[in-house]
């Protein structure tokens, strides 16, 4: 079992940056393949990016390519999402996700495929 605790959420105007950061416990990190979600007032929760568990592979939202960068840090187990270029439309609640899996580049996309979840974080961009 993982428990995930992320960080790094906070108000940005829009154009600015914010770097999240999701710590997770148990020696069995690199088990895991990670992902990260968002769910914004009235939507759905969404896709945004997805890490292989070797950390080699990685996949991003057409909304988000090319201003958001997924990585992992096997070390200090955890999981870290960069995020550049911010406009209001980013603004959600963002949450990191764990799944266990055998294959070391597989990358995960939906909600039900992942086993755990952190608390979320809030991300505010103004206008």
């Known amino acids: 079992q993982v428990q995930l605790v992320e960080s790094g959420g906070g108000l940005v105007q829009a154009g600015g940056s914010l770097r999240l950061s999701c710590a997770a416990s148990?020696?069995?990190?690199?088990?895991?393949?990670m992902g990260w979600f968002r769910q914004a007032p009235g939507k759905e929760r969404e896709f945004v990016a997805a890490?292989?568990?070797?950390?080699?592979?990685?996949r991003y939202a057409d909304s988000v390519k090319g201003r958001f960068t997924i990585s992992r840090d096997k070390a200090k187990n955890t999981v870290s999402l960069q995020m550049n270029s911010l406009t209001p439309e980013d603004t959600a609640v963002y949450y990191c996700?764990?799944?266990?899996?055998?294959?070391?580049?597989?990358?995960?996309?939906?909600?039900?495929?992942?086993?755990?979840w952190g608390q979320g974080t809030q991300v505010t961009v103004s206008s």
């Open positions: 996700a764990a799944v266990s899996t055998y294959y070391s580049g597989s990358l995960y996309y939906s909600t039900n495929e992942y086993d755990y």
């Open positions: 148990g020696r069995t990190f690199s088990s895991y393949a």
């Open positions: 890490i292989s568990r070797s950390g080699g592979t990685t």
